[in-house]
T-cell receptor
Framework: EAGVAQSPRYKIIEKRQSVAFWCNPI?????LYWYQQILGQGPKLLIQ????????DSQLPKDRFSAERLKGVDSTLKIQPAKLEDSAVYLC?????????????FGQGTRLTVV | AQSVTQLDSQVPVFEEAPVELRCNYS??????LFWYVQYPNQGLQLLLK??????LVKGINGFEAEFNKSQTSFHLRKPSVHISDTAEYFC???????????FGQGTRLTINP
Protein backbone atom coordinates (compact mmCIF):
# COMPACT_ATOMS: atom_id res chain seq x y z
CA GLU A 1 0.00 0.00 0.00
CA ALA A 2 1.45 3.37 -1.00
CA GLY A 3 1.86 5.87 1.79
CA VAL A 4 1.11 9.58 2.00
CA ALA A 5 3.09 11.43 -0.65
CA GLN A 6 4.29 15.00 -0.19
CA SER A 7 6.28 17.36 -2.37
CA PRO A 8 8.61 19.10 -2.38
CA ARG A 9 10.75 17.64 0.44
CA TYR A 10 12.63 20.89 0.97
CA LYS A 11 11.97 24.51 0.08
CA ILE A 12 13.90 27.70 0.79
CA ILE A 13 12.23 31.03 0.08
CA GLU A 14 12.68 34.66 1.05
CA LYS A 15 10.22 36.36 3.36
CA ARG A 16 7.21 37.86 1.62
CA GLN A 17 7.41 35.27 -1.16
CA SER A 18 4.70 32.68 -1.69
CA VAL A 19 5.01 28.90 -1.54
CA ALA A 20 2.79 25.88 -2.09
CA PHE A 21 2.97 22.32 -0.84
CA TRP A 22 1.24 19.28 -2.29
CA CYS A 23 -0.10 16.15 -0.63
CA ASN A 24 -1.56 12.94 -1.98
CA PRO A 25 -3.18 10.82 0.76
CA ILE A 26 -3.50 7.07 0.97
CA UNK A 27 -6.12 5.82 -1.46
CA UNK A 28 -9.54 5.62 0.15
CA UNK A 29 -8.70 7.89 3.09
CA UNK A 30 -11.42 10.50 3.29
CA UNK A 31 -9.81 12.56 6.06
CA LEU A 32 -6.74 14.66 5.34
CA TYR A 33 -4.76 16.81 7.77
CA TRP A 34 -2.07 19.45 7.48
CA TYR A 35 0.17 19.89 10.52
CA GLN A 36 2.89 22.46 11.18
CA GLN A 37 5.89 21.25 13.17
CA ILE A 38 8.22 24.01 14.34
CA LEU A 39 11.68 22.87 15.40
CA GLY A 40 11.60 21.55 18.97
CA GLN A 41 7.80 21.38 19.13
CA GLY A 42 5.13 18.81 18.48
CA PRO A 43 2.99 18.96 15.35
CA LYS A 44 0.14 21.47 15.46
CA LEU A 45 -3.00 20.91 13.41
CA LEU A 46 -3.55 23.62 10.81
CA ILE A 47 -6.52 22.22 8.91
CA GLN A 48 -8.56 19.04 8.65
CA UNK A 49 -10.61 18.01 5.62
CA UNK A 50 -13.21 15.30 5.29
CA UNK A 51 -13.54 14.59 1.59
CA UNK A 52 -13.39 18.12 0.13
CA UNK A 53 -15.03 19.88 3.09
CA UNK A 54 -13.23 21.64 5.93
CA UNK A 55 -13.84 20.09 9.37
CA UNK A 56 -11.47 22.21 11.46
CA ASP A 57 -9.35 25.20 10.47
CA SER A 58 -9.40 27.00 13.80
CA GLN A 59 -5.60 27.21 14.01
CA LEU A 60 -4.96 28.16 10.39
CA PRO A 61 -3.62 31.75 10.05
CA LYS A 62 -6.14 32.64 7.40
CA ASP A 63 -4.59 35.99 6.55
CA ARG A 64 -1.66 34.19 4.91
CA PHE A 65 -2.39 30.47 4.79
CA SER A 66 -4.89 28.74 2.54
CA ALA A 67 -5.61 25.13 1.71
CA GLU A 68 -7.83 23.29 -0.68
CA ARG A 69 -8.75 19.74 -1.42
CA LEU A 70 -10.45 19.67 -4.76
CA LYS A 71 -12.23 16.44 -5.70
CA GLY A 72 -11.65 15.10 -2.20
CA VAL A 73 -8.30 13.51 -3.00
CA ASP A 74 -5.02 15.46 -3.09
CA SER A 75 -4.52 18.77 -1.36
CA THR A 76 -2.40 21.90 -1.55
CA LEU A 77 -1.35 24.21 1.26
CA LYS A 78 -0.27 27.73 0.33
CA ILE A 79 1.47 30.47 2.26
CA GLN A 80 1.35 34.03 0.90
CA PRO A 81 3.26 36.03 1.96
CA ALA A 82 5.67 33.95 4.03
CA LYS A 83 7.16 35.18 7.30
CA LEU A 84 10.33 34.06 9.06
CA GLU A 85 8.25 32.34 11.74
CA ASP A 86 6.69 30.06 9.09
CA SER A 87 9.94 28.10 8.94
CA ALA A 88 8.86 24.60 9.91
CA VAL A 89 8.14 21.12 8.64
CA TYR A 90 4.68 20.82 7.11
CA LEU A 91 3.27 17.35 7.57
CA CYS A 92 0.35 15.90 5.70
CA UNK A 93 -1.56 12.95 7.14
CA UNK A 94 -4.62 10.94 6.19
CA UNK A 95 -7.01 8.55 7.90
CA UNK A 96 -10.14 6.55 7.32
CA UNK A 97 -13.52 7.91 8.38
CA UNK A 98 -15.81 6.12 10.78
CA UNK A 99 -13.35 4.16 12.89
CA UNK A 100 -13.27 4.18 16.66
CA UNK A 101 -9.96 5.96 16.73
CA UNK A 102 -7.82 8.28 14.71
CA UNK A 103 -4.91 6.32 13.31
CA UNK A 104 -3.37 8.91 11.08
CA UNK A 105 -0.69 7.99 8.54
CA PHE A 106 1.90 10.69 7.95
CA GLY A 107 3.95 11.72 4.96
CA GLN A 108 7.64 12.58 5.25
CA GLY A 109 6.89 16.28 5.33
CA THR A 110 8.10 19.40 3.55
CA ARG A 111 10.82 21.35 5.34
CA LEU A 112 10.32 25.07 4.70
CA THR A 113 13.04 27.59 5.45
CA VAL A 114 12.14 31.27 5.18
CA VAL A 115 15.15 33.59 5.01
CA ALA B 1 -9.83 21.57 24.96
CA GLN B 2 -7.01 19.08 25.29
CA SER B 3 -3.35 19.48 26.17
CA VAL B 4 -0.44 17.07 26.37
CA THR B 5 2.70 17.50 28.46
CA GLN B 6 5.77 15.39 27.89
CA LEU B 7 7.77 15.83 31.04
CA ASP B 8 11.23 15.33 29.54
CA SER B 9 12.49 17.08 26.43
CA GLN B 10 15.56 14.83 26.22
CA VAL B 11 16.32 11.40 27.66
CA PRO B 12 19.81 9.92 27.28
CA VAL B 13 20.25 6.24 28.13
CA PHE B 14 22.80 3.54 27.57
CA GLU B 15 22.18 0.72 25.15
CA GLU B 16 20.32 -2.26 26.67
CA ALA B 17 19.13 -0.13 29.61
CA PRO B 18 15.42 0.33 30.33
CA VAL B 19 13.70 3.60 29.51
CA GLU B 20 10.49 5.41 30.42
CA LEU B 21 9.17 8.43 28.55
CA ARG B 22 6.55 10.31 30.51
CA CYS B 23 3.32 11.79 29.21
CA ASN B 24 0.50 13.55 31.04
CA TYR B 25 -2.64 14.96 29.47
CA SER B 26 -5.64 17.03 30.37
CA UNK B 27 -9.04 16.90 28.73
CA UNK B 28 -12.62 17.72 29.62
CA UNK B 29 -13.83 14.77 27.52
CA UNK B 30 -12.77 11.16 27.12
CA UNK B 31 -9.81 10.67 24.81
CA UNK B 32 -7.93 8.03 22.93
CA LEU B 33 -4.17 7.98 23.53
CA PHE B 34 -1.27 7.45 21.14
CA TRP B 35 2.49 7.32 20.96
CA TYR B 36 4.20 8.18 17.67
CA VAL B 37 7.90 7.92 16.78
CA GLN B 38 9.75 10.17 14.35
CA TYR B 39 13.10 9.02 13.01
CA PRO B 40 15.41 11.67 11.49
CA ASN B 41 14.01 13.16 8.29
CA GLN B 42 10.99 10.87 8.43
CA GLY B 43 7.30 11.31 9.04
CA LEU B 44 5.58 10.12 12.20
CA GLN B 45 4.93 6.41 12.69
CA LEU B 46 2.41 4.96 15.13
CA LEU B 47 4.02 2.99 17.99
CA LEU B 48 0.90 2.08 19.93
CA LYS B 49 -2.52 3.30 20.92
CA UNK B 50 -5.01 2.97 23.78
CA UNK B 51 -8.69 2.93 22.89
CA UNK B 52 -10.30 0.94 25.71
CA UNK B 53 -9.90 -2.27 27.71
CA UNK B 54 -6.61 -3.35 29.27
CA UNK B 55 -4.63 -0.37 30.47
CA LEU B 56 -1.33 -1.96 29.42
CA VAL B 57 -0.85 -1.60 25.70
CA LYS B 58 1.86 -3.29 23.68
CA GLY B 59 3.18 -1.76 20.48
CA ILE B 60 5.83 -2.27 17.85
CA ASN B 61 9.59 -2.58 18.46
CA GLY B 62 9.12 -3.87 22.01
CA PHE B 63 7.51 -0.72 23.40
CA GLU B 64 4.57 -0.70 25.78
CA ALA B 65 2.56 1.97 27.56
CA GLU B 66 0.26 2.08 30.54
CA PHE B 67 -2.84 4.22 30.78
CA ASN B 68 -3.53 5.61 34.25
CA LYS B 69 -6.86 7.40 34.29
CA SER B 70 -6.59 8.76 37.83
CA GLN B 71 -3.22 10.33 37.10
CA THR B 72 -4.12 11.19 33.48
CA SER B 73 -0.87 9.66 32.33
CA PHE B 74 0.23 7.42 29.47
CA HIS B 75 3.91 6.65 30.01
CA LEU B 76 5.92 4.76 27.39
CA ARG B 77 8.41 2.06 28.41
CA LYS B 78 10.90 -0.33 26.92
CA PRO B 79 12.86 -2.84 29.03
CA SER B 80 16.01 -2.77 26.86
CA VAL B 81 16.77 -0.13 24.25
CA HIS B 82 18.86 -0.38 21.09
CA ILE B 83 20.81 2.19 19.11
CA SER B 84 18.07 2.03 16.48
CA ASP B 85 15.56 3.45 19.00
CA THR B 86 17.24 6.84 18.76
CA ALA B 87 14.40 9.13 17.64
CA GLU B 88 11.86 11.71 18.74
CA TYR B 89 8.80 10.34 20.52
CA PHE B 90 5.46 12.12 20.61
CA CYS B 91 2.52 11.48 22.87
CA UNK B 92 -0.87 12.48 21.46
CA UNK B 93 -4.53 12.45 22.41
CA UNK B 94 -7.65 12.40 20.30
CA UNK B 95 -11.01 13.44 21.72
CA UNK B 96 -13.47 10.62 21.31
CA UNK B 97 -15.81 11.46 18.45
CA UNK B 98 -13.43 13.98 16.90
CA UNK B 99 -10.86 12.66 14.47
CA UNK B 100 -7.93 14.88 15.30
CA UNK B 101 -4.68 14.54 17.23
CA UNK B 102 -3.25 16.92 19.81
CA PHE B 103 0.47 16.34 20.30
CA GLY B 104 2.92 16.94 23.11
CA GLN B 105 6.17 18.74 22.41
CA GLY B 106 8.18 15.53 22.03
CA THR B 107 10.95 13.70 23.86
CA ARG B 108 14.27 13.11 22.15
CA LEU B 109 15.60 9.68 23.07
CA THR B 110 19.35 9.31 22.64
CA ILE B 111 20.98 5.90 23.03
CA ASN B 112 24.63 5.81 23.99
CA PRO B 113 26.74 2.71 23.29
Amino acid sequence: EAGVAQSPRYKIIEKRQSVAFWCNPISGHATLYWYQQILGQGPKLLIQFQNNGVVDDSQLPKDRFSAERLKGVDSTLKIQPAKLEDSAVYLCASSLVGGLDTEAFFGQGTRLTVV
Amino acid sequence: AQSVTQLDSQVPVFEEAPVELRCNYSSSVSVYLFWYVQYPNQGLQLLLKYLSGSTLVKGINGFEAEFNKSQTSFHLRKPSVHISDTAEYFCAVSPQGAQKLVFGQGTRLTINP
